[in-house]
């Protein structure tokens, strides 16, 4: 008899058209492979050497403002640069290469040294909303700049350089390759279905229940059905809105709410301040309306078991197809507990 919470299954990921093997029965495996160091939690609340605290001199010697809410520079080793000449090249049409110029930025969420997200007043929270609509309003407004991706890598463990609460913004002329696949998707369900593939999801999930984290009156946030990482979850908008700058004040409100209350649930999970990468996915900025996109959030955070055991993206994943022990209801439901 087919039990879908023991039995080896696939699921779909129709935003990224990709399945994923899910394996429930090895949950019990043993560990005795790499353990890391659990991430630390005690910081003071001025560093002088923090290159983001206010009126510190960072890397390149410029010294930042004694700012007071959130503040935000061009990022000094920029992985993109305005200035790029344009140039293209092919070799056969094999070996193919070409430009890419952006703008890249850093967001620094509060002048706070040790605060996070999780433990930030909504009310300040709300101010990186802004400052979030603000940046994809002025950086989008730019004609070479047609997609606008904010994120945050949170924690050593996720190659953070500096506990500070910052972010980051790349934008730049071309789609990066995950937007680009969810947009042929969201494309192709609106084409053929002609309503929202995620107002879809947002329906089902909201009926189904068992995969809920969390939930307000404008957004939820799930483990989605498709889950790659242990604890991966998804902030949807239950009105379809296409990015940012559509958000209501009500909804901004939401969102610094919701933003909280997911990485609280994270950082109680395994006692430990929660490393993720996290950041939205919204309608490109190429000036074309994009009804097909519908704002959501993912979290992608590598912990699997407690505080040192990760997860690892290896053997059969990289050369074959991702994994996952844990279905995505049972890593709702500890999500949910906590
Ligand atoms: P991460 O913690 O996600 O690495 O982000 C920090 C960014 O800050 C990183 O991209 C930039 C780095 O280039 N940075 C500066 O722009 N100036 C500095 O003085 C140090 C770090
Ligand atoms: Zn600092």
Redesign the pocket.
Known sequence: MLDWNRDPHRRWNPLSREWVLVSPHRTQRPWQGQVEEAPSSSQPDYNPAC??CPGN????G?RNPNYASTFV???????LKPDTPAGDFSHGGLLLAETEPGI?R?VCFSPKHNLTIANMEPDDIRLVVDCWVDQFLDLGARDFINYVQI????GAM?????P?P???IWSCKTLPNQVASEQLSQQAWMAERGGCLLCEYVRIERSEGVRLVEENDSFLTVVPFWAVWPFETMILAKRHLTALDELTTAERAALADILKRTTARYDRLFQVPFPYTGGPHQRPTDGAPHREWHMHWHFYPPLLRSATVRKFMTGYELLGTPQRDLTAETAAERLRAV
């Open positions: 290159y983001l001199a960072r890397a390149g410029v520079f061009d990022n000094d080793f920029a992985a890249s850093v994120f945050e890598n949170r996720m190659g953070a350089s500096n500070h910052h972010g980051q």
